[in-house]
């Protein structure tokens, strides 16, 4: 309500936060958190078994999980912040209300974490012999605050979908460790293992020719898909007996698929894990090069559409039951649509319907309530009103608009008065034709 609104047309709003988002995801999860814990397990091993060459190719590995965490895992991170500040302001605003010490302690942590890897990597070559155990205990220290960060950063994202308490307490503790908090920590540490394990397989099979290293790599990686597998399965489902009902009805409908094809695919990528953790067990030295490449992409499949799954099932909310997706407060909506809306928004550049200001209106109302998920044109035909609702009529759309949050549950109601429910019709319909080539309705008044 107090901020102005941005637009990227041609992606969509939601698009342009969830590509940063995914980027920087398949990093801190795969990079920064799975991958110095497979780097720290690799070295571990090679201690254990006085195999220099593994330990080499363990120091290898933590000089790419140093560069790409701290270029652009950071780079990924510090985007998620300004894109969500631009197209999102509402909702970044009341999550750093409330977690205003949740993140201030994540960045302590995350320079810890940076201050460590760099310790780490720059003493693998001056701690060896009797304070190799030291160089691994700071290998310990580091894989713990790599997944102390996504502890703290997951109580932030799960109380978007679950807040629990806090919309009756305020507490920031209930609103930290809510329903979802543990399930969803728990399933995206194991996913950050599968991550790591599918991008280091690729390198191993790519860059390492050695067969008996490939067989040490391969037999470690083996043993911990034999425990991740098993554990995004329980952690998963137990995820989802905990979001709302509305929310878990809405799963399938998130990613787009029908609900054979759904199944289908999960059940193949499953599959796809179970082999490759077998065999990485029994025939180390023999793991296919298409069958590596196959669970990279099960793997960023399966990251994918948890991410997905995640953003979409909150509708029509951003904040459960508290703020809907476009930004408006729960809350205020019945009050907004008694007073009119254009007279609550902070940068109306009109408070009332009249014939001279109908088309102004209603890309006002477009801007404030629909932009969030919705554009006229772009190549997302789902979310495009000029494929959506081409040849309908202002009367018909209008009608629509009064009960679309019931025909379509995640979707925010309209809020505004039956004039500004009619100037929003008018608006879109006049740019959906003039996309599609028509005369638009509104040119006069633009």
């Not at 895992?73 to 197209?87: D, K, S």
């Not at 950050?192 to 008996?212: E, G, T």
């Amino acid at each position: 309500m107090d901020y102005p609104v941005i637009e990227f047309s041609l992606l969509g709003n939601g698009m342009v936060i969830g590509l940063v988002a995914f980027i920087h995801v398949l990093i801190s999860h795969g990079v920064a958190i799975g991958g110095t814990a497979m780097m720290v397990s690799l070295e571990y091993r090679a201690y254990k078994t006085n195999n220099k060459r593994l330990d080499q190719f363990a120091r290898t590995l933590s000089k790419w999980v140093l560069i790409v965490t701290t270029t652009a895992g950071a780079i990924t991170g510090v985007g998620i912040w300004f894109t969500t500040m631009v197209i999102t302001p509402a909702s970044i605003g009341s999550l750093l209300r409330i977690f205003f010490w949740a993140w201030f302690a994540e960045w302590i942590v995350f320079v810890t974490e940076v201050s460590l890897l760099l310790l780490y990597y720059y003493t693998w070559d001056k701690w060896k012999g009797a304070k190799k155990n030291i160089h691994l205990r700071v290998g310990y220290a580091l894989v713990g605050f790599s997944w102390l960060t996504a502890a703290i950063i997951t109580g932030v994202l799960a109380a978007k979908l679950t807040p629990g308490l806090w919309t009756e307490t305020l507490s920031f503790w209930n609103a930290f460790f809510n329903p979802t908090y543990v399930p969803s920590l728990l399933f995206r540490t194991f996913i950050a293992i599968l991550l790591a394990v599918s991008f280091i397989s690729i390198i191993v099979k790519m860059r390492v020719k050695d067969n008996a290293l490939q067989q040490e790599v391969f037999g470690v990686f083996g043993k911990w898909m034999v425990v991740t597998i098993p554990s995004l399965l329980i952690f998963g489902v137990w995820y989802l007996f905990k979001i709302p009902e509305q929310a878990y009805d809405q799963v399938i409908w998130s990613t787009g698929m029908e609900p054979l094809v759904f199944t289908t695919i999960n059940i193949l990528g499953l599959a796809v894990l179970i082999i490759y953790a077998l065999w990485a067990i029994k025939l180390p030295k023999k793991v296919p090069v298409i069958l590596v490449f196959i669970v990279w992409a099960a793997s960023i499949g399966f990251v994918g559409e948890f991410e997905m799954v995640r953003e979409s099932v909150r509708k029509p909310y951003v904040i459960y039951d508290y703020l809907y997706a476009n930004g408006i407060p729960a809350s205020k909506a019945e009050e907004f649509s008694e007073e009119g809306f254009l007279e609550n928004w902070t940068f109306a550049t009109v408070d009332e319907v009249t014939e001279e200001t109908k088309y102004e209106a209603g890309r006002i109302l477009y801007e404030a309530q629909c932009l969030a998920c919705h554009s006229i044109d772009g190549w997302r035909s789902r979310r495009a009103f000029a494929d959506r609702v081409a040849g309908w009529g202002e009367d018909s759309l209008a009608d629509y608009i009064e009960t679309m949050h019931i025909s379509r549950p995640f979707m925010p109601p309209f809020v505004g008065t039956e004039e500004e429910r009619e100037a929003l019709a008018h608006y879109i319909t006049s740019e959906v034709d003039q996309a599609n080539g028509e005369v638009a309705k509104g040119g006069d008044e633009q």
